[in-house]
C-alpha cells in the first residue's frame, strides 16, 4: 500500500482491581486517522486485486455512519481510485452536510447513490448488480462491510508471533470477515472471543464459511439491543475507560467489545492467569456522528 501507515502496538490496560488477569489492546487504531483498524486490513488484498485487474473504480455499499464508506472513500482517494458508495436511505440525499461521515466521503471524492431501504436490502441480487452497471460502467466491488475472503485474508495478519503468548484474542464483530481471520491466524490453544454488535444468529454460519478452526466463539450478551444503539452506561463506560487509560473507544464497535471484557472478568469467566490480547479495530470517525445523535437526544455525550 502506497500511503503512510501507522505502527500497530500492544498497550497494557493496567486493572487495577484485578491483578490475575492481565489484559492487552492492540492498537489497530493507529494504523491510519481514516482507514483505520480492521478496514484498513480487510481493503489491502482487495485494492491490490482491483488494482492488478485495472479497475479505476470501486463501489460498495453501507450505512450513514459506517466507517467502511469512511475507509473506501479515504482508501479510494490516496490511491487514485474513483469510489462510489451505495447508502443506505433516500432521505439521506439532501442531508449530506448533516452527516460527518458522508460529508468526509464526499471530500474525499466519493459519488452516491442513495437507496431505500427496502432496495438495500436486495443489494446482492443480480437485478440490483444489474442497474449499478448500467449506470457507473465497469466497478471493482467490495461487499458491505468488506468482508470476503480477500479481506479474511488481510485480517490474518493483525496477530504477530508475539501475540502467541496470549490465551484469548477478542474482537468486536459486525459481518464477521475480521473475526475469520483472527480464527485462521490464532494458534492451538488460543481462544478466540467474538463480541457481536448486533443481533442476529447468522454470524456463526457466516464465520463458519471463511474457518476450519473450532477455537472460537461469540459472546452475544453485549449488543446493547442491536447495531449502533447505546445507551448511558455504555457512554459512560467508554469516557471512563479513556479518562484512565488515554485510550478512545468507538460506540458501534470496541466501547460494547470492551465493556463485555470488563464485565466478563468481573464475573471471573477468564481462568486465573489468562493473558487477554483485544483488538482495537477502529472506527473512532464514528463518534461525531453518534455524538449528533446524542445531542438531539439531551443525552451526555463521548468526550
Ligand atoms: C467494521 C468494524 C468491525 C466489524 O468488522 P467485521 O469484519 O465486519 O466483523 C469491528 N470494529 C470496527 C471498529 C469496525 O469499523
Known amino acids: 500500500m502506497i500511503f503512510k501507515l501507522g505502527h500497530s502496538i500492544n498497550q497494557q490496560v493496567n486493572l487495577l482491581d484485578n491483578k490475575e488477569i492481565e489484559l492487552f489492546i492492540k492498537r489497530e487504531d493507529e494504523i491510519h486517522p481514516f482507514v483505520s483498524g480492521n478496514k ?4 489491502k488484498y482487495n485494492l491490490h486485486e482491483a488494482k492488478k485487474k485495472g ?12 466507517n467502511h464508506i469512511a475507509a473506501v472513500a479515504s482508501a479510494g482517494h490516496l490511491l487514485g481510485f474513483k469510489t ?12 449530506i452536510s448533516d452527516n ?19 432496495l438495500y436490502r436486495d443489494k446482492t441480487s443480480q437485478a440490483f448488480l444489474d442497474k449499478l452497471k448500467d449506470a457507473f460502467n465497469d466497478f471493482y466491488l467490495i461487499p458491505e ?34 473475526i475469520s481471520g483472527l480464527i485462521n491466524c490464532s494458534k492451538l490453544g488460543q481462544q478466540v472471543l467474538g463480541f457481536p454488535a448486533l443481533k442476529g444468529d447468522f454470524l456463526r454460519q457466516d464465520i463458519s464459511k471463511f474457518v476450519t478452526k473450532t477455537n472460537w466463539d461469540l459472546v452475544t450478551d453485549y449488543h446493547f439491543g442491536g447495531y449502533a444503539k447505546i445507551n448511558e452506561e455504555l457512554v459512560s463506560f467508554i469516557n471512563q475507560f479513556k ?19 470488563f464485565d466478563l472478568i468481573n464475573k471471573g469467566y477468564f481462568k486465573k492467569g489468562s ?29
Open 100 to 118: 460527518d461521515t458522508l460529508s468526509f466521503a464526499k471530500q474525499n471524492g466519493m459519488a452516491f447513490k442513495f437507496v431505500s431501504r427496502e
Open 275 to 303: 493473558k487477554i490480547l483485544a483488538i482495537h479495530t477502529g472506527g473512532l470517525q464514528g463518534i461525531k456522528g453518534m455524538n449528533s445523535v446524542l445531542k438531539n437526544k439531551n443525552l451526555a455525550i463521548i468526550e
Open 55 to 66: 479497475f479505476k473504480t470501486l463501489l460498495t455499499f453501507g450505512g450513514a455512519f459506517s
Open 145 to 178: 462491510g468488506g468482508t470476503n475472503t480477500l479481506a479474511v485474508k488481510g485480517c490474518e495478519e493483525i496477530l504477530t508471533k508475539e501475540d502467541e503468548t496470549f490465551d484469548y484474542i477478542c474482537c468486536a464483530v459486525g459481518t464477521g470477515g475480521t
Open 40 to 43: 484498513y486490513r480487510k481493503l
Open 84 to 95: 462510489i458508495g451505495v447508502i443506505r436511505g433516500e432521505e439521506l440525499e439532501n442531508k
Open 243 to 261: 479518562n484512565r487509560y488515554a485510550i478512545p473507544l468507538d460506540p458501534v464497535y470496541t466501547g460494547k467489545m470492551m465493556f463485555g471484557i
